[in-house]
């Protein structure tokens, strides 16, 4: 494909969308799937007919537009009117009300706190466009930074744009993105692979879900790109089994883009091939770590091993293996599109960009978000997410699940950045972001992480399988006020143990929560210790 | 080259040629193992011995090794499925919200524990991870639906009401 060519087919798509009058974007992710936004559409779309508004007035399923607790979310175009928690039987008024004043009663304003301090990069497309059209993403500008490295920039010029812009991993540990990507093209392999980590495991992280649900070509693109800039030829994208519709627009989208020779042999005429497969997880948890992840690809049991050598080096059957987070593809294409200079003055000055996280628990609007880099956890809790419902007190936020740590509300004016996180004891994580309120017991929920870790555990170390056993144990005597001074020092000395001596991320990380709660909320603890008994 | 060991289906069953048309996809390479299983179990329901048993010779894997990705993964089942599932959600979100709860209601109405199955094969009490319907929290998936807006004095109901309007 030329530049004419594709210039024409993305000319043609946006007169397509143009040719609308007004569109009615409806909200088909999982959450607002839940809520009945199927029927919204059939709705909607019944009432257009009725009216013979086929020509004026398009109904798309969209995905995300954010505010996943107050579902089914709409927004109308070129109005930009957001609707929630929008019934079948709505439809009428709204069609009534496209051009005019909004619906008043289902209506979400623009000025919502919801909607201030966020900033869609990543996100941009969700919501605008049809997840299972390609048609619909180009019109959108997808696959036009792919076509810009392949054809008009060396892998070198790719790899500069890229590490300059100071883009980290978003898969929590924020490793330098340009940096692994130099490392695998540096390397003299004849194969290379590159790898996508949809195995989003966490519990409380719907963040990749989203982005495989409503801009799947976005991954793709992101894909692509790196394997134009890495010498990579094969591609896998390793989603967990429970995701059946990221799974099914994945797909989707994967066919859609070898038809149109986004994907396959000599991508848009140049001597570029790439070819991209799916592979589904099975529901292990130890699978979102890289080298468990690559032998589950390989059709073994997931369990890690040591590194180096990194899968940089030795990956996906011995050849050198690029993996990333789907979030950390999905920052390509903007990337290159806009250059590094614009993403790196996104954030802050070590942690670029944005960061999705999914803002869930006991807060007032649950959804969600992506924000720059920097803006503290008060704004995102107290701003974006409206605080605590039912007039009860803020007590923790949980980032990071299993691997992070509870943070409370002295520390909430600190910056959402890697460093800043970790220095408070919990991580980045994925960007589950779980808001706790004061029926929150830590101790418990310090059990409940320990509980999966411990049936996560792949049981290949000691130190994870026998240890996250045992501080579950002291942890449920702590639960059942059973528990004496020696368990909690025994319990710290196996935090230390367990962090200190297992063999990946899953055992170094178990025992974060319950550090970050006893450095936090010890006295929960110390109430839990039973009163020494009366010698008899 | 291997060539592929020419194995017979357990049976006459028809399910067998997607199974099949799998691997041959996967040129029978032992790789596509894990695929291949969920192949078999979107197609039967489980995994028994004789089709793990398929597998693993038709691809060339000792049957220890599928043996061991079959129980290691808890996404495979090694018994047949009840006919209607209700999947609880513990992920994070729910668990704040209670999900535990629901999970000794629903227990409690069934009399089963999770993890079990009614002795009619009817009813299956199972729990996961999280599905990612943090922002409906708490969640349950019943044969294969979201469903939300539940709490632990609510959940048996409406848990029947979607089964019985299901059947």
């Given at each position: 494909m030329h530049r004419e060519e594709f210039e024409q087919i993305v000319q043609a798509e946006r007169d397509k969308h143009r040719a609308y009058e007004h569109h009615i974007n409806v909200c088909t992710a999982l959450g607002c799937v839940a809520y009945g936004s199927e029927k919204v559409v059939d709705a909607l779309e019944a009432e257009v007919k009725e009216r013979g508004l086929e020509h004026k007035c398009k109904i798309t399923g969209v995905g995300c537009l954010g505010l996943c607790g107050n579902g089914p979310i709409m927004k109308t175009e070129p109005d930009n009117q957001f609707y929630q928690s929008v019934k079948p039987s709505d439809s009428a008024d709204i069609i009534d009300h496209l051009g005019k004043e909004p619906v008043k009663r289902i209506h979400l304003p623009q000025n919502s706190p919801f909607f201030i301090g966020q900033q869609r990069?990543?996100?941009?497309?969700a919501g605008k466009i049809d997840p299972e059209e390609i048609e619909s993403a180009l019109a959108f500008g997808a696959y036009r930074a792919l076509f810009q490295a392949a054809t008009e920039m060396t892998p070198t010029e790719v790899l500069r744009e890229v590490t300059a812009s100071g883009l980290r991993g978003r898969?929590?540990?924020?490793?330098?993105t340009g940096l692994k990507w130099s490392t695998v093209a540096k390397m003299d392999d004849t194969i290379k692979y590159i790898v996508c980590n949809?195995?989003?495991?966490?519990?409380?992280?719907?963040m990749d879900r989203s982005i495989m649900e409503s801009d799947p070509h976005r991954i793709l693109e992101g894909m692509a790109i790196a394997a134009y800039a890495v010498g990579a030829t094969e591609g896998y994208i390793y989603v967990r089994a429970e995701y059946g519709l990221g799974i099914q627009r994945l797909k989707k989208a994967i066919r859609q883009a070898e038809k149109m020779g986004f994907?396959?042999?000599?991508?848009?005429?140049?001597p570029f091939s790439f070819n991209v497969q799916l592979r589904l997880g099975a529901g292990a948890f130890v699978c979102g770590e890289e080298t468990a992840l690559i032998a589950s690809i390989e059709g073994q049991r997931g369990n890690p091993r040591p590194r180096p050598p990194y899968p940089a080096m030795s990956g996906l059957w011995g050849h050198s293996t690029l993996i990333n987070n789907v979030e950390t593809f999905a920052n390509i294409a903007p990337i290159i599109l806009n250059g590094s200079e614009w993403f790196a003055g996104?954030?802050?000055?070590k942690s670029a960009g944005t960061k999705v996280f999914a803002l869930s628990g006991k807060v007032n609007r649950v959804g969600l978000i992506e924000v720059p880099m920097g803006i503290t956890l008060r704004q995102i809790i107290e701003g974006i997410g409206g605080g605590i419902p039912d007039g009860r007190a803020f007590k923790a936020v949980q980032t990071g699940g299993p691997s992070g740590g509870c943070i409370p509300q002295e520390h909430l004016d600190t910056p959402v950045d890697y460093e800043s996180l970790r220095e408070l004891g919990s991580i980045m994580g994925s960007g589950g972001m779980v808001i706790m309120d004061d029926t929150s017991s830590m101790v418990s929920v310090a059990r409940y992480f320990m509980e999966f870790c411990m049936d996560e555990s792949c049981g290949k170390c000691i130190p994870c399988r026998v240890g996250t056993a045992q501080m579950h144990e002291l942890l449920t005597r702590f639960v059942d006020k059973e528990a004496t001074e020696a368990d909690l020092e025994l319990l710290e000395e196996l935090c230390d143990m367990v962090s200190q001596t297992s063999l990946c991320g899953l055992g170094q990380s178990a025992p974060n929560p319950v550090m970050s709660t006893l450095r936090y909320f010890r006295d929960e603890y110390l109430q839990c210790i039973a009163p020494a008994q009366e010698p008899a | 080259m291997v060539r592929p060991v020419e194995v017979a289906p357990p049976s006459d069953d028809k399910r067998w040629r997607i199974i099949n048309a799998t691997m041959r996809r996967y040129g029978y390479k032992p790789h596509a193992l894990i695929e291949t299983l969920h192949a078999v179990q979107e197609a039967f329901g489980f995994l028994d011995d004789a089709s793990l048993s398929f597998v693993a010779q038709r691809l060339n894997v000792p049957m220890s090794k599928a043996y061991g990705v079959a129980t290691f993964y808890?996404?495979?089942?090694?018994k047949p499925p009840a006919r209607h599932n209700c999947v609880i959600c513990l992920g994070t979100a729910c668990y704040i919200k209670g999900s535990d709860q629901m999970l000794k209601s629903l227990g409690e109405a069934y009399g089963i524990e999770e993890g079990e199955i009614t002795p009619d094969s009817e009813f299956a009490l199972l729990s996961a991870r999280c599905v990612g319907g943090c922002g409906q929290a708490p969640v349950a998936v019943v044969d294969g639906e979201v469903v939300s807006g539940l709490t632990p004095d609510n959940v048996v109901a409406m848990v029947r009401e979607k089964i019985n309007h299901a059947s």
């Open positions: 990069v990543v996100l941009s497309n898969g929590g540990a924020g490793y330098p949809g195995d989003e495991g966490d519990p409380g992280a719907f994907l396959g042999n000599n991508i848009f005429d140049s996104i954030g802050t000055k | 808890h996404f495979f089942s090694l």
